[in-house]
């Protein structure tokens, strides 16, 4: 029997089909499955007949399950299309209902008798996923151990330097003491002077604490120019992934008209991401599952502000004003250095970092940068 | 009678630290010098006498174990205890193995401080007699001659003087003129203490 031209590129398109490797699922307008693919089979685990007819909702987690209908619609009304033409990840799901991460590229096909029908072309992301996902904890850890390192080298630091005033002073008493005890022959402008000395070793112990702000302050203060826009964009990009485990909606409004800043960079950006890892803590903590998070740049009189507003668990009203104060924190395992050291960065660059209890609860930070620094 | 001019020596990169010690230990009755580096101690402190060191284990330039090791050579006869803080624990047990008398942990428990400082005194003032005895010893064993040095040699091997005059080869009534003079330039006033003096010299010098 002679195999007409037809019959032959039908076979070979057949052929194609099933070697691709990627799923290739064809439907109509209507969305019913036309052509089903092997790879599509072992993909989703259905065979051809269970799906050849059948919606290809069916294929697809809550929510786009509901509203694929509508899409479809949608696009032959409007002809606006939000995923043909172009690829997305998204879910999809299995027959035994488990979702996993897909690419999907959608392509129409014109010039049909019986209307428009659309391919897609699905690739499986799992593996990909869960190679992020642990290359993420990984960065996880690692960013806690250097946290931990730095915490650690930090406090020997401090306990170090406040241990020698302690001493002193110590040893200042116990000497005084004895010295009356013993009836010694000192008049009292030496027990004056041991007084002194007592009182300028705790202040000493006190400038301890104060030095470590300064430290920030003089430290590597070194002003470039830079967009805050863009500084800002960097480090939300750094935060993408445990904004999106913990299912908050983070917005950022930026100020596109902002002309370039001189400012240091890292330390602006320590501030953001203090400010920033604050609210998700906050938001962690009241476990509230429409959790957001809003970042906005405004340009005001004569500054520049920087405002990061969240709904989380707020600041109590009695402790609003400690907390900027060093080694003053509410966390568990916090040292309650962050929100003082980025009040010192604040002021290094001639501006402010200022608290306030937003009136639908939740925290909101303002950092404001004098307008001079723009240029 | 005390031979040091201060009783306490203190070596601390902190001023405070160094002034509150002096004060608590002349609450004490004890007299003590300062010295704020190991280089200092080294360029001024030669010549002072003191019975016993209070050593920072961290400070700027040489630390406290690295002037330890450059006096440690010269055998030291004042003990030396070291001030460390909490973190140092590891560095003052590794001073001890090279011979420091203690450690001290800041801040200072008074009544631990004032009892280490008294051993440590204590303990100088042994080293100090012995020191002082072994070279008068050494002083009274080079006033004898070589013939007195070889009876005295044999003499505390527990030799009798007949034994010696074998040995010698000189004649017993000899062995006992060397004897006498002997005991004599030793100020010893019997075979018994003769045989301690030889034995305390010959521990000391090993």
Redesign the interface.
Request: charged share 20%.
């Given at each position: 029997m002679k195999t007409t031209e037809a019959e032959q590129s039908n076979t070979l398109f057949d052929a194609l089909m099933d070697a691709a490797v990627d799923a290739i699922i064809v439907i109509d307008d209507h969305g019913l499955i036309r052509r089903f693919n092997r790879a599509a089979q072992r993909m989703f685990g259905y065979s051809l007949e269970e799906v050849r007819g059948r919606n290809i909702k069916m294929l697809m987690p809550q929510p786009h399950r509901q509203k694929h209908d509508g899409y479809l619609a949608r696009y032959r009304k409007t002809r606006e299309a939000s995923i043909i033409g172009v690829g997305r990840e998204t879910n999809g799901l299995k027959r035994d209902g488990t979702p996993f991460p897909i690419h999907l590229s959608v392509g129409e096909i014109t010039g049909n008798q019986v209307g428009n029908y659309y391919v897609g072309i699905i690739r499986d992301l799992t593996d990909q996923k869960l190679a992020e996902d642990q290359v993420h904890q990984l960065e996880d850890q690692l960013l806690h151990a250097d946290r931990l390192v730095i915490l650690g080298e930090l406090t020997?630091g401090i306990?170090?330097e406040i241990?020698?005033?302690?001493?002193?002073?110590?040893?200042?008493a116990?000497?005084?003491k004895?010295?009356v005890a013993?009836g010694?022959d000192l008049n009292l402008q030496d027990f004056q002077l041991?007084y002194e000395?007592i009182a300028?070793?705790s202040r000493?112990a006190g400038e301890v604490v104060q030095r470590m702000r300064k430290l920030v302050r003089t430290g590597t203060l070194s002003k470039t120019r830079h967009d805050l826009n863009q500084l800002i964009r960097n480090i939300l990009l750094l935060f993408e992934y445990e904004v999106n485990k913990s299912n908050v909606k983070l917005e950022f409004f930026s100020n596109d008209a902002l002309a370039p800043m001189y400012l240091d960079e890292i330390q602006i950006q320590q501030i953001i991401v203090n400010l920033v890892k604050n609210s998700l803590d906050a938001l962690h903590e009241s476990g509230r599952p429409d959790g957001m998070i809003e970042i906005r740049v405004d340009r005001l009189d004569k500054e520049v502000a920087v405002s990061v507003l969240d709904n989380g668990i707020g600041v109590p009203e009695n402790l609003n004003k400690r907390l900027f104060e060093p080694f003053f924190t509410t966390k568990p395992k916090g040292v309650g250095l962050g929100l003082s050291i980025c009040k010192s960065i604040a002021a290094a660059h001639g501006g402010s970092l200022s608290f306030s209890s937003p009136p639908r609860g939740g925290s909101c930070f303002v950092l404001k940068l004098p307008l001079e620094y723009i240029g | 009678m005390k031979m040091s001019e201060y009783d306490v020596c203190i070596i601390d990169d902190?001023e405070?630290?160094r002034?509150?010690?002096r004060?608590?230990l002349?609450?004490?009755g004890l007299k003590s010098c300062c010295f704020e580096s190991a280089d200092d101690f080294l360029e001024k402190g030669q010549g002072t006498t003191f019975s016993c060191m209070l050593l920072d284990i961290r400070m700027p330039g040489k630390d406290g174990l690295e002037l330890f090791q450059l006096l440690n050579r010269e055998s030291l006869l004042y003990p030396v205890i070291f001030i460390t803080?909490?973190?140092d624990i590891p560095l003052a047990v590794s001073a001890i193995k090279q011979g420091a008398f203690d450690f001290l942990t800041?801040?200072?428990e008074?009544g631990e401080l004032l009892k280490k400082i008294h051993a440590a005194l204590d303990s100088f003032e042994s080293n100090r007699k012995r020191a002082l005895e072994d070279r008068e010893l050494r002083s009274r064993i080079e006033l004898c001659t070589p013939r007195e040095l070889d009876v005295m040699r044999l003499l505390v091997q527990g030799l009798s003087n007949k034994g010696i005059a074998d040995t010698l080869n000189i004649s017993p009534r000899t062995v006992e003129i060397h004897r006498a003079h002997v005991m004599e330039k030793m100020d010893a006033e019997s075979l018994p203490a003769l045989v301690r003096m030889v034995t305390q010299l010959e521990t000391d010098e090993v």
């Open positions: 020997a306990a170090h241990n020698q005033p302690l001493t002193a002073i110590a040893a200042y116990d000497a005084g004895n010295l013993r010694t041991i000395r300028a070793q000493r | 902190d405070a630290i002034e509150s010690l004060l608590l002349f609450a004490d803080g909490h973190g800041k801040p200072f008074e």
